[in-house]
């Protein structure tokens, strides 16, 4: 088919008389000034979700001391911010004029309220010139102030441990008057602790001071540039607090960096005790090797207590001061039977005579049982035994107990055992504690309490002749444990005891403790206990 030279003519000049319309400002404007909605780019970029996500991370990140000065960034302005974490100077401008229309006035998407205080947020130094520019073009008598309207940019755009210098820049370079009074210690004190180190010199060359806490800062922290730099353009010294703090938590960099650059003027010698404490071996050799306080016994003392063994293999090799009877004490007391081992074997202090107590305690049978073999002379106390027993170490238990013909243990140990549900242990010293045989009521009373039943059912059958279930079934019933009181009555075959608690119960109201016992008894007792409830309640009437 040829093609038709009028048809296209006309078509070209149809495009041509649309594109003429649609370029007309005063028609566009004469359209749209009643026509609702935002045109297709506003609405993509209301739908953008890397701008809103952009967005939402940076409010985010927001203190609540900055959050006073941003406020809500997708509430206000949602807009004008979305264009601004997408660096899109082009829709600000577009976004400004739209602003202007009557028919957006009251649009809350479209504010420009907080837009330099979002750019700031964000990092945009393009945003930054492009709202200043929007703005002085839209008051043509240069009214608008900086430092009425926006005094707190620099304080906003501090708060990012990554700010761009190029954004400090341009704010202070326009804030003169403001921004050299809103570099604040803190904010010296917040980019050293975050290793911001060209923030950091920003704001030192800008008459930032630098303070004794600065420094600490650096070091507990672990940024070594940062304490490098401070070093060279300040006289302030890290503190021997921040030192062990570092070496505690084994920042060798800054330990090395603090040491050679104060080695006369820091007291390092709890620096060395940290090291060792935490187990933090490279930060020990290079301490000893700088001839750091190796005068003191404590760091063997704390590397055995936390059984970092090769630390108190290389401190024993290199330390004169050696160690005190504490290391094998505290070694024992942790169960570090390695520890234990080595000091008996290459040091000559040995411990407390209260070792094998704190042993036992925790239920450390493989070093309770190393320290009696080459120190049989320790004792264990009944202390020692009753916590023992108490937390259920019943290796532990029948060792003491075959090991020491004298040892005693007290009430507390079957009672203890028994609340804990230590069926075992409670077996064990049933069977071969003599002492246990007074306690039994006490330990069924707290058994019951925690709803033990296996362990209730052990103590019941070791009660003498003449002992009562009575407080135990009071507090089984009152705590609801159902198995326990369903034992407990049927373990009474004449039911007395449950009866009598019935009758009580009913007569004092306890709810609890009716509703718990009458499932477990012959509906005659049951009506029986209530008569006689009901007949005590009317002769006191």
């Given amino acids: 088919m040829r093609p038709n030279p009028r048809a296209a003519a006309i078509a070209g000049a149809s495009s041509s008389a649309a594109a003429d319309v649609l370029a007309n400002c005063e028609l566009w404007d004469a359209i749209t000034a009643f026509m609702t909605g935002y045109p297709l780019a506003v609405v993509t970029l209301l739908q953008d979700r890397t701008a809103r996500t952009k967005l939402l991370h940076a409010e985010s990140q927001t203190s609540h001391a900055t959050y006073h000065f941003v406020g809500d960034l997708i509430r206000r302005g949602e807009l004008p911010h979305l264009a601004i974490a997408m660096n899109d100077a082009a829709m600000l401008h577009t ?45 043509p008598k240069q009214n608008w102030s900086w430092r009425a309207s926006e005094p707190n940019l620099m304080r906003i755009a501090l708060q990012r441990d990554d700010v761009d210098t190029r954004v400090l820049d341009w704010l202070f370079a326009r804030l003169p008057p403001i921004g050299s009074n809103a570099l604040f210690v803190k904010d010296m004190r917040y980019h050293a602790r975050e290793g911001s180190l060209s923030t950091v010199v920003w704001l030192r060359e800008h008459g930032c001071k630098i303070t004794q806490e600065t420094v600490d800062d650096a070091a507990r922290n672990n940024q070594p540039r940062v304490l490098e730099y401070l070093y060279q353009h300040t006289r302030r010294r890290c503190q021997s607090n921040a030192l062990c703090h570092a070496a505690e938590k084994g920042y060798a960099d800054v330990v090395e960096l603090v040491v050679r650059k104060q080695k006369k003027h820091t007291d390092a010698r709890f620096a060395l005790d940290s090291a060792a404490l935490f187990g933090h071996l490279a930060i020990v050799k290079f301490l000893v090797g700088c001839n750091v306080y190796l005068d003191s016994p404590e760091a063997i003392n704390y590397a055995a207590a936390n059984g970092h063994l090769d630390v108190v293999r290389y401190l024993d090799a290199h330390l004169a001061a050696g160690c005190t009877m504490q290391a094998m004490t505290s070694a024992a007391e942790n169960g570090h039977l390695d520890v234990v081992r080595f000091l008996h074997e290459n040091r000559t202090e040995g411990c407390f005579d209260s070792t094998l107590d704190q042993a036992a305690r925790k239920g450390h049978v493989g070093v309770v049982k190393y320290l009696l073999e080459h120190y049989p002379n320790l004792r264990c106390s009944s202390s020692g035994f009753d916590v023992a027993a108490s937390q259920g170490h019943l290796e532990l238990v029948e060792f003491l107990h075959a090991s020491f013909a004298d040892i005693k243990c007290t009430s507390s140990a079957l009672a203890s055992a028994s609340k804990n549900g230590h069926t075992d242990t409670v077996a064990f010293l049933l069977q071969h504690r003599s002492e246990a045989e007074a306690d039994v009521s006490e330990a069924l009373v707290l058994a019951a309490k925690r709803g033990r039943l296996e362990v209730a059912e052990l103590l019941h059958a070791a009660m003498r002749p003449g002992d009562s279930v009575f407080p135990a079934l009071t507090v089984a019933s009152r705590r609801g444990h159902h198995r326990v009181v369903k034992f407990l009555c049927e373990s009474d075959s004449q039911r007395r005891e449950p009866r009598g608690l019935l009758v009580q119960a009913v007569d004092s109201g306890d709810t609890r403790i009716v509703s718990a016992v009458q499932r477990h008894l012959p509906l005659e007792q049951v009506i029986e206990a209530r008569e006689a409830a009901t007949a005590r309640w009317t002769r006191r009437r």
């Fill in 95 to 139: 976004l400004f004029r739209l602003a202007k229309h009557p028919q957006y006035a009251r649009d809350r998407r479209l504010r420009f309220r907080a837009s330099m205080r979002c750019a700031a947020l964000l990092n945009r130094v393009e945003m930054l010139q492009c709202i200043d520019e929007l703005k002085h073009s839209d008051d």
